[in-house]
């Protein structure tokens, strides 16, 4: 298949060099694969990304040549493998620019992350009758964690409203924020619509009422270069697997201050600095929040990607993903009875799709005998597939790695659909 960057429409056509995705591709070794005998159209990004070569090499590294545990050893192999943990830590401090790289908790990944500040923050300081606003196109990691909390503690899910683009309604928004809200949790980008939500006028309405706000940046981190201090959002998660790192590892940033303020959530050998029978003292930040042994292969794995896409530049991959973003909307369109679900003026390269009469899962099979991955369920929010009438979508969603040539091939498998299913 050729992977040349196609020329598109004056409005659509990248500003300065064009990206060179066929270099890009090569360092993609998942790429060069076929599924049923056709090459593989991996459309599943949102779901877990590809890893480049420096990242897998980066794991395997770790075990071939500094595999020991970290800050625990005083010997050769465990002081260097800390080192190289702890470099992990500072580039993902560089990558989301917190202030202090004691900000960033390496966690397992989003679900963790908002679990973590569920547990901790969230049961120090919700009672009964407090509030935790969320928004509609929450993911269930980003809905699941604070309606336990509610219901442990006799507080109030509410939840801001959006309309049928799937745009946030903000002053809907706003008038849910009061004195018994206690804290704002929304996504940054839509793992369903793709909406990239107005974050900065969100965290100034909670700001001016004393909320503090929770991002899920899941979804965003991959497309949208993040700046927490820039945004004063007040946590921030990321999963690594979705950002061209290994599964299993993410992060969670915090305020220092807030983090300080917050009790532990695990209990273990690490998060301490001293344990007798009578009283533990716990460790400072980071390590108060990182009990046990972590996964400090997949951590280097992860600074990997991140030094992956300093080197590409994200706001070029960003750029390049926007022109994809464009092309697929319009081909999608064009194709007899398809709805896209989720047209935000703000979008990043995710497109969720109905066909009339069609099953998604079906959609979904059909594609995959095509060598076509998408995603097709109710993608971990059910309440989002409510507000729009539907059970399930199906989704594509494209990174940079993607050619307009799959696009192309997309369109005819979606052809093939509706010639097989009717
Ligand atoms: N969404 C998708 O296919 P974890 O699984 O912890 O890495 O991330 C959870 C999560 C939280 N928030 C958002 C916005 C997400 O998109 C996800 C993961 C995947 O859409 C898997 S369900």
């Known amino acids: 298949m050729a992977t040349t960057t196609r020329e598109v429409t004056p409005t659509t056509k990248p500003a300065g060099a064009a990206f060179d995705v066929a270099r890009i591709r090569r360092d993609f070794p998942i790429l060069k694969a076929k599924v049923h005998g056709k090459p593989l159209v991996y459309f599943d990004n949102a779901a877990t990304a590809q890893k480049p070569r420096q990242v897998i090499e980066a794991e395997q590294q770790f075990y071939l040549s500094l595999c020991s545990n970290v800050h625990r050893g005083v010997h050769w192999l465990s002081e260097n493998a800390t080192q190289a943990y702890e470099e992990a830590r500072a580039k993902a401090q560089h990558f989301l620019n917190a202030a202090e790289s004691r900000e960033i908790i390496f966690v397992r990944g989003t679900t963790e992350a908002i679990n973590l500040v569920a547990g901790t923050y969230g049961r120090k300081n919700v009672q009964a009758g407090d509030e935790v606003v969320i928004s509609a196109m929450e993911h269930h990691s980003n809905i699941v964690p604070w309606q336990m909390l509610c219901e442990e503690k006799g507080a109030k899910l509410r939840v801001a409203p959006i309309n049928d683009r799937g745009e946030l309604l903000l002053e809907e928004f706003e008038k849910l924020l009061g004195p018994r809200t206690k804290l704002v949790a929304v996504t940054h980008v839509s793992n369903v619509l793709g909406t ?23 979804q965003a981190a991959v497309h949208v270069k993040v700046d927490v201090c820039a945004l004063d959002c007040d946590f921030y998660t990321v999963s690594g697997h979705k950002l061209y790192g290994p599964t299993g590892i993410g992060l969670l940033y915090g305020k220092a201050k807030l983090l300080e303020a917050m009790p532990p959530y695990h209990g273990g050998g ?56 464009m092309y697929a909307t319009d081909a999608l369109s064009r194709i007899p009875g398809l709805r896209i679900v989720g047209t935000a003026k703000e979008k990043a390269s995710v ?6 009469g069609l099953h998604p899962h079906d959609v979904g099979t059909v594609l995959d005998q095509e060598g076509i991955a998408v995603r097709t369920g109710h993608h971990c929010a059910q309440p989002l597939m409510d507000r729009f009438g539907v059970p399930a979508t199906t989704r594509a969603s494209l990174v940079f790695y993607n050619t307009f040539e799959e696009i192309d091939v997309l369109v005819k498998g979606l052809h093939k659909v509706r010639e097989i299913l009717g």
């Not at 900065?200 to 706000?213: D, F, L, Y």
């Not at 042994?293 to 991959?317: K, Q, V």
């Open 270 to 325: 690490d998060m301490i600095s001293s344990v007798s029978f009578e009283k533990t003292l716990y460790n400072v930040i980071p390590c108060k929040f990182e009990a046990g042994t972590p996964n400090i292969a997949g951590t280097l794995g992860l600074g990997a990607a991140i030094d992956y896409l300093d080197a590409l530049g994200l706001e070029n991959a960003a750029r390049y993903e926007h022109q994809l973003l």
């Open 351 to 356: 497109i969720s799709f109905v066909m009339d």
């Open 196 to 218: 990239i939500n107005p974050v900065r006028q969100i965290i100034e309405m909670a700001h001016r009422q004393s909320i503090p706000v929770l991002l899920d940046g899941a």
